[in-house]
């Protein structure tokens, strides 16, 4: 089956904020990832695109590549989007509402340090062949919440980025990459068409639309390492079934929800 390639990055910069470091990656080497994908000659789409161009019965046979960014730091205008422009390639930005600079009535308690994105950097985006996505309001494991907080963490950014941008809201990211059968339900209900998982697999054209698998891009992966999964080698291939071990962590994981998380120390 034909890989497909989905890259996830947080923050691009020299001087990343201490907590997110492990998940930054220079300029510098921003640009020759992306010199790797230009050099496939796949085609780089927007989510929304992607799962349109493999809807119907017919789907799209093309080598496709997707740049993904999570969070909304500042750094995605100034330093992203820059380089993403130079090489002529589309990017899909999620964006955690609340952590917005100027989230109202203020920015969600325990934001972690930035710079952020403000609303009118996220409004001119667009323009630029950026798709702007919901990361939810306050970056909850969203599996860990109550239903109606749940639906308020779903649905909230959705309706605040429309306000935003004057234009539809359709992809979602789960907050740490999880998700469950309810949160999918709930991202589905509230009029989303697609939805990024982590998983760090590539995709597949069958890949479920409502938890596509991601490759997340750390400060430590090698441009050798990014070439093998552009090639769609060196990384399973997302499976629709769960693997055991996940549930099995899953369950961990929620047992422990009450425990405050550092920041950064499973962020995605
Ligand atoms: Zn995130």
């Not at 890989?3 to 510098?28: G, K, N, Q």
């Not at 992203?80 to 917005?100: K, M």
């Amino acid at each position: 089956m034909t890989a497909i390639p989905i890259l996830l990055y947080h923050c691009i910069s020299d001087d990343p904020p201490e907590w997110i470091r492990p998940f930054s990656v220079t300029p510098e080497t921003f640009r020759r990832q992306l010199d790797l994908v230009v050099e496939t000659g796949a085609t780089v789409r927007r989510v929304s695109d992607h799962v349109a161009a493999m809807a119907g019965p017919e789907p799209s046979r093309d080598p496709a590549v997707l740049i993904t960014f999570d969070d909304g730091m500042a750094d995605f205008a100034t330093a992203a989007l820059p380089a993403l422009e130079d090489a002529g390639l589309p990017a899909t930005l999620y964006v955690t509402t609340g952590f917005l600079d100027d989230a109202s009535p203020r920015p969600a308690a325990g934001r972690p340090e930035g710079p952020w994105l403000d609303s009118r950097s996220v409004a001119d985006l667009p323009a630029h062949g950026i798709e702007i996505g919901a990361h939810s309001q306050t970056h909850p494991h969203l599996d860990t919440l109550s239903a109606a907080r749940a639906r308020d963490e779903v649905g909230r950014p959705k309706a605040i980025l429309e306000e935003i941008l004057g234009a539809p809201v359709q992809s979602f990211a789960y907050p740490h990459g999880y998700s469950s059968r309810s949160i999918r339900a709930r991202v589905r209900e509230c009029g989303y068409t697609s939805a990024c998982a982590v998983k760090n697999a590539l995709s597949h054209p069958k890949d479920d639309r409502f938890a596509l698998a991601r490759l997340t891009v750390t400060a430590e992966t090698s441009l050798a390492q990014v070439e093998e999964w552009l090639r769609g080698r060196e990384a399973p291939i997302a499976t629709s079934n769960e693997h055991v071990r996940t549930r099995a962590w899953r369950a961990y994981r929620r047992g422990r929800a009450v425990v405050r998380r550092q920041p950064g120390s499973d962020w995605a």
